[in-house]
Nanobody, 121 residues
């Protein structure tokens, strides 16, 4: 069973940057990956997804141009570079794996425990 572990969250001022990492256990990393987030009192929402080879990415409109998803298959890891952070980006961020790139959480079958990102104004 694949396990996912996120890291890199923290407290940052508005306009700042953070880089989240997600490490996957297991010998293969041949699946799509996604990042989601959930703010207090809100539903979990899609942030970004990347194909198993890294050649295809898709972003939520709210983060397009500010966030970049990438992966290093040799390290079984996926990353989320977050720039120009806003207070509304405050949430718990989750990485997840999926058979294919998707924006709906139901397609993802394994989730990490989440990492808190807090953006102060």
């Amino acid at each position: 069973q694949v396990q996912l572990v996120e890291s890199g969250g923290g407290l940052v001022q508005a306009g700042g940057s953070l880089r989240l990492s997600c490490a996957a256990s297991g010998r293969t990393f041949s699946y799509a990956m996604g990042w989601f987030r959930q703010a207090p009192g809100k539903e979990r929402e899609f942030v970004a997804t990347i194909s198993n080879g890294g050649g295809y990415t898709l972003y939520a409109d709210s983060v397009k141009g500010r966030f970049t998803i990438s992966r290093d298959n040799a390290k079984n890891s996926v990353y989320l570079q977050m720039n120009s952070l806003k207070p509304e980006d405050t949430a718990v961020y989750y990485c997840a794996k999926s058979p294919s790139t998707a924006v709906t959480s139901e397609v993802y079958d394994v989730w990490g425990q989440g990492t808190q990102v807090t953006v102060s104004s």
